[in-house]
């Protein structure tokens, strides 16, 4: 799948701002349209129902990412949900902007319902599932049959899972997720991370047989797009194929 180039914004927006829904005619949302067109393209036989994204570290954009993505999709017909698996460092709940309560975590130890958890947003298209309440037991709960269970559960009503998940590097988490997810999206923060550290997630990600569908360019610089037409996604080809 090509690489697609995002873009770097200037100002940094909450969560509940989700960039392709208040600019619908922007280069950004045009480089994010690119990017579904060859998500779509790549998924014509519809084999990957379960996304999930991560990076080599935290903060490269990830929950932003695929908050902009389940918009679009949602607005394509699909019936999509976003799911909060970085249980770390839960994102998810922001862009709804509501409490992290009645969670995974709380559906998985019986406390919730998934029909209870399930949070709908008419404005935004999709639908969203948040972590609950922090647990320090998050490799069980990642590893439980129940997990399983709940997203095998969620395939049957939605178009599109969409995961979000903890970064590569420094814990396993992400490794965990990828056995309930079909394929990854690697987001790369240019110019936040090193190369070698890209390389050492890579590598990661390679060693545990995980199939990256593709890569996602984040926080791209603009000004010095070597493709020097001043917008955010570029073409080239992912490191790694299925
Ligand atoms: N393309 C971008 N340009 C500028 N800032 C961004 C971009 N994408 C994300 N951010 C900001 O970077 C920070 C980290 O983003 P986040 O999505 O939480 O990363 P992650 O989920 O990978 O930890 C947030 O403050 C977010 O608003
Ligand atoms: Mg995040």
Do not use: C
């Not at 770097?8 to 994010?32: Q, R």
């Not at 949070?119 to 320090?136: H, P, R, Y």
């Not at 790369?188 to 593709?214: C, M, T, W």
Request: aromatic share 10%; no cysteine.
């Amino acid at each position: 799948m090509p690489k697609n180039k995002l873009f770097n914004l200037k100002k940094i927006p909450p969560y509940n701002y989700i960039w392709v829904k208040e600019n619908p005619i922007s280069y950004i949302t045009e480089g994010f349209q690119k990017f579904l067109a060859n998500l779509e393209y790549v998924n014509v036989d519809q084999k990957y129902k379960v996304l999930q994204v991560t990076s080599s570290l935290t903060g490269e954009g990830k929950s932003t990412f695929f908050s902009n993505v389940a918009y679009l999709l949602s607005q394509k017909g699909h019936k999509v949900i976003l799911v909060d698996l970085d249980l770390r460092k839960p994102k998810i709940h922001r862009i709804y902007d509501i409490e992290n309560k009645n969670g995974i975590t709380d559906i998985l130890t019986e406390r919730s319902t998934l029909e209870n958890s399930i949070k709908k947003n008419k404005k935004l298209g999709f639908d969203v599932l948040n972590s609950g309440e922090k647990t320090n037991a998050v490799v069980n709960l990642l590893e439980s049959k129940k997990m399983k269970n709940l997203i095998e559960k969620l395939k049957t009503i939605y178009d599109y899972v969409l995961i979000d998940s903890p970064p590569v590097i420094n814990v396993s988490d992400a490794l965990y997720i990828s056995k309930l997810s079909d394929a990854i999206i690697f987001v790369i923060a240019q110019k936040q991370v090193k190369k070698a550290v890209i390389k050492e997630a890579v590598s990661l990600l390679k060693l545990n047989n995980i199939n990256v569908l593709g890569v996602a360019m984040n926080k791209v610089d603009l000004k010095n797009n070597r493709y020097g037409y001043g917008y955010g996604y570029g073409y080239g080809y992912e490191y790694q194929s299925e």
